[in-house]
């Protein structure tokens, strides 16, 4: 329906789905590239807070590098359920031009009922679901969302959080002390070179 009452034709109805999914996911990409710069900083501060030896500060913030790595995952999950009923109705309105008016659709009605349970378009898609009840494409959805409370693996995933990057610090110095050790014997070696040279000028000078 659209303003003043007035009836959307199919066509019409799609492109405002259209454009509110690419809102939508344009909405959902500047999130996840949000938690993505967040999460360096997170990162930088384990790193810091691991050379100074603070385990405890560390799990912390291992633990909330982990919680936003699951957000991220959520928002990429939303983010293709959202493209993907944009390709099936997109399908729809291929078939739309021969038949007349939107077709009930078994393949949107399965993606649109995965897509309410996600907290983060969970009103967002319940509503467009409620349109395209009224439009016939699907039948009434039932309103279910996803449980948001952190997995009770959390502590073990920061866990390994923390064993990984102790790990590359570890790397990153046993690389530095092999270079060190490197130089050092190639400049050893460079020293007792010449002092076998010297050595081999003194032998000359005495005969």
Same mark, same amino acid.
Request: aromatic share 2%; no cysteine.
């Given at each position: 329906?659209?303003?003043? =009452?007035?009836?959307?034709? *199919? /066509? &019409? /109805? %799609? !492109?405002? %789905?259209? $454009?509110? $999914?690419?809102?939508?996911?344009?909405?959902?990409? !500047?999130?996840?590239?949000?938690? #993505?710069?967040?999460?360096?900083?997170?990162?930088?501060?384990? !790193?810091?807070?691991?050379?100074?030896?603070?385990?405890?500060?560390?799990?912390?913030?291992?633990?909330?590098?982990? !919680?936003?790595?699951?957000?991220?995952?959520?928002?990429?999950?939303?983010?293709a359920q959202?493209?993907?009923?944009?390709?099936?109705?997109?399908?729809?309105?291929?078939?739309?031009?021969?038949?007349? =008016?939107?077709?009930?659709?078994?393949?949107?009605?399965?993606?649109?009922?995965?897509?309410?349970? $996600? *907290?983060?378009?969970?009103?967002?898609?319940?509503?467009?679901?409620?349109?395209?009840?009224?439009?016939?494409?699907?039948?009434?959805? $039932?309103?279910?969302?996803?449980?948001?409370?952190?997995?009770?693996?959390?502590?073990?995933?920061?866990?390994? #959080?923390?064993?990984?990057?102790?790990?590359?610090?570890?790397?990153?110095?046993?690389?530095?002390?092999?270079?060190?050790?490197?130089?050092?014997?190639?400049?050893? &070696?460079k020293e007792?070179?010449?002092?076998?040279?010297?050595?081999?000028?003194? /032998?000359? =000078? &005495?005969?």
């Amino acid at each position: 329906m659209g303003l003043f =009452g007035k009836q959307l034709t *199919p /066509q &019409e /109805q %799609w !492109r405002s %789905w259209k $454009l509110h $999914l690419r809102s939508e996911m344009r909405k959902l990409e !500047r999130q996840i590239m949000h938690i #993505e710069r967040e999460e360096q900083k997170v990162k930088r501060s384990i !790193r810091e807070t691991a050379k100074a030896g603070q385990r405890s500060a560390l799990k912390i913030l291992a633990i909330e590098l982990v !919680r936003s790595k699951k957000a991220k995952e959520r928002l990429h999950s939303s983010r293709a359920q959202m493209n993907s009923v944009m390709m099936a109705m997109q399908a729809q309105m291929a078939q739309q031009k021969v038949a007349q =008016g939107f077709q009930k659709s078994a393949e949107i009605m399965s993606i649109m009922q995965d897509a309410i349970k $996600l *907290p983060e378009i969970h009103e967002t898609m319940m509503e467009m679901g409620k349109e395209m009840t009224r439009a016939g494409i699907i039948e009434e959805m $039932l309103d279910d969302v996803m449980d948001t409370v952190d997995d009770e693996d959390i502590e073990e995933q920061a866990d390994e #959080e923390v064993d990984k990057i102790l790990d590359e610090i570890l790397g990153e110095q046993f690389a530095r002390a092999g270079k060190v050790a490197t130089t050092t014997a190639v400049a050893r &070696e460079k020293e007792e070179e010449a002092n076998s040279v010297e050595k081999r000028l003194a /032998q000359l =000078g &005495e005969m």
